[in-house]
């Protein structure tokens, strides 16, 4: 296998964009559990650090200690920007409305290539420059919205830091495509639980809650996790951040759908914006390397 590939091209797309699904139901989960944000993380950080882990095992089974044991800078590093990116993309959602939230972390393409142009050097393509051009478009008509409820300062600032951090995570993870990147990211929800105990009340959550936030670990954040750690590897750096970019329109639309938060008119014009930028861009790639493989 090669980076090259355009076949491992196309399963990193796919990997990153179910990863991106799945990311999309915490506004779901966010709204229907009714512990306190703190207790949430800390329940939903090991509940999905432990099932990262237990993957890793099962699929190193022999080498995984050696693995563990051979863990530096690069893996703690991606360990934190998760933690971090885990945290602050929960609360921001939890501070305001999971629309605005969505929207402020539209920009993480362009806070990507930027990060990875700065820290490895690794240029975006023209095609990803246009597609994320036309993305900022949808995001900027879904910023106009004066009707709609604006949200906290605090859930706003946290959908930065967000932002910020899931940028770093990709590029980390780009640059050191060689590095086991499972263990760091079990280690990174469990990094989040230990952040949060001294503000959490575990012993207060229902059994209801308990069992929202079990799903919640497991499908929106190990899966999400795994298939975003495998498919990162294959595609660029900014790519892989403008694929995520799937979680803007969907998050708010579940929550639309099933619990009836009602988006403005102007996130329901700008969204499909977005969408067409990232199928766009998908499909010319998809294109382009079906291209290079019959001329080869």
């Given at each position: ?68 044991k ?49 820290w ?27 009707g ?41 929800a469990?990094?989040c639980?230990?952040m ?101």
């Open positions: 296998m090669t980076l090259d590939d355009p076949r491992q091209y196309r399963l990193g797309v796919l990997y990153v964009a179910i990863s991106a699904l799945a990311w999309s139901t915490s506004g779901l989960f966010i709204r229907t559990i009714t512990a306190d944000l703190m207790t949430m993380l800390f329940w939903r950080g090991l509940v999905s650090g432990s099932c990262v882990l237990m993957l890793f095992f099962y699929m190193e089974r022999g080498a995984a200690l050696t693995i563990l051979r863990m530096r800078a690069p893996s703690f590093m991606a360990m934190f920007f998760s933690a971090v990116s885990m945290i602050s993309g929960i609360g921001s959602m939890y501070y305001t409305s999971v629309a605005d939230a969505m929207v402020i972390y539209a920009t993480v393409p362009f806070v990507t290539a930027g990060v990875a142009y700065l490895i050097g690794e240029k975006a393509t023209r095609a990803t420059l246009i597609a994320s051009a036309v993305a900022i478009c949808g995001v900027l008509v879904m910023l106009v919205d004066s709609g409820e604006s949200g906290g300062l605090l859930g706003k600032g946290l959908a930065v830091v967000m932002t910020i951090s899931v940028a770093a995570l990709a590029t980390v993870m780009r640059k050191y495509r060689g590095v086991p990147m499972l263990p760091a990211m079990a280690g990174s469990w990094l639980s230990l949060t105990f001294s503000f959490a009340a575990p012993l207060s959550v229902s059994a209801s809650d308990m069992g929202l936030i079990v799903v919640f670990g497991i499908v929106q954040n190990a899966f999400g996790l795994i298939l975003y750690t495998a498919g990162s590897r294959r595609v660029p750096a900014a790519d892989a951040s403008l694929l995520t970019s799937l979680e803007v329109p969907l998050t708010p639309l579940w929550v639309w759908l099933i619990l009836g938060e009602t988006p403005s008119a102007a996130t329901m014009i700008g969204g499909p914006i977005v969408l067409a930028a990232l199928f766009g861009h998908i499909f010319h790639e998809v294109r382009r390397d079906r291209t290079v493989v019959v001329a080869s």
